[in-house]
């Protein structure tokens, strides 16, 4: 369902990482075209990192208020802290960040959505694969999402991380087989191709799925999921302080 906030409702600002890859920046256009519709708000995308505008810039040119919705699965450094930063030296510090999407059902069940139209069968065990983090809550995070999803597709489902954190993504996946045998997935917990995805292809995984999101279809229940949270922390931010 869409929603019909009024014209002076506050723009969403759509943080995104950024990359150089060209497929990347399709898929935060799509995605914010996506969740324009989902939310009914006026979007603009801000990037944390690689790319501009940053997402202070992008919430002071949005004229009149924004809220930061940061397109992130896990509330890892750039949520935590180069957004807030960007902000700060835009002049933008009271601006509104929502939470990012961890925890969030509509992301684990488009996971869930990759790995069956992949051909993915119950039983079969599954890697979590998520980009990583430094921050250990991001970390956890992701485990949680694992657990989720191993529900959602009645197999057995282990994290593994692409970069900065242990397990690699080719551990889990040599330490699923060993276990379990048969055929190991990777399912990509990225919100958008890139060198992350690419890099998926050699983590011994016998099929990867697609990001969550692509340039020529992301996934609807992510942009209703970002919709979702602009309009809790608008809410948030129109009620009145306690006394």
């Known amino acids: 369902m869409t929603h019909r906030p009024p014209a002076a ?44 505008p940053d997402v202070g810039r992008a919430a002071a040119e949005a004229g009149g208020g924004a809220i930061v919705v940061p397109a992130f699965l896990a509330s890892g450094y750039h949520v935590r802290t180069d957004i807030p930063a960007q902000l700060a030296r835009a002049g933008c510090a009271e601006v509104p960040v929502a939470p990012a999407l961890d925890g969030e059902p509509r992301t684990v069940r488009a996971a869930a959505r990759r790995l069956r139209e992949a051909g993915h069968r119950p039983g079969e065990p599954v890697v979590l694969a998520a980009a990583g983090s430094s921050d250990p809550r991001a970390l956890a995070e992701a485990a949680t999402a694992a657990r989720a999803l191993s529900a959602l597709v009645a197999a057995p489902v282990e994290p593994g991380f692409i970069a900065t954190a242990a397990p690699t993504a ?33 983590c011994g995984a016998d099929a990867v799925t697609a990001p969550l999101c692509t340039p020529e279809r992301p996934d609807p229940g992510i942009a209703e999921a970002l919709a979702l949270r602009y309009h809790r922390a608008r809410l948030a931010r129109a009620a009145p302080a306690p006394c």
Do not use: Q
Request: no cysteine; glycine share 10%; hydrophobic share 50%.
């Open 170 to 202: 080719a551990e889990a996946a040599a330490r699923l087989r060993r276990r379990h045998g048969g055929r190991v997935w990777a399912a990509s917990w990225l919100l958008a191709p890139g060198l992350f995805h690419t890099r998926l292809a050699g």
């Open 9 to 52: 409702a506050p723009v969403l600002v759509l943080a995104v990482h950024g990359s150089r890859d060209p497929r990347a920046a399709a898929t935060a256009r799509a995605l914010a075209r996506a969740t324009a519709h989902a939310s009914g708000a006026r979007v603009r995308l801000g990037y944390a990192d690689i790319t501009g």
